[in-house]
């Protein structure tokens, strides 16, 4: 499942970043298939006291 695995994952990391004090900026892009109202996948950037990190997730039906 997206958001119990990778993730989920992710979000920790960040947290843990802004938890010890760094500046953390982040940006999601999602992306819908044609005429789907589910998202396809997700990228998400993230600067970290000025670097730069990014993450992509497919969404596929049944969580995998």
């Keep these: 499942n997206l ?3 990778a993730y989920r994952s992710m979000e920790r990391e960040l947290a843990t ?3 010890a004090g760094r500046t953390v900026d ?6 819908y298939a044609a005429r789907s ?7 998400v950037r993230a600067n970290i006291n ?3 990190d990014v993450w992509s997730f497919a969404n596929a039906p049944g969580g995998r």
């Design 3 to 5: 958001n119990r695995g």
């Design 17 to 19: 970043h802004v938890s």
């Design 37 to 43: 109202t589910r998202p396809s996948n997700f990228t």
């Design 26 to 31: 982040v940006v999601v892009e999602i992306k």
């Design 50 to 52: 000025g670097v730069e």
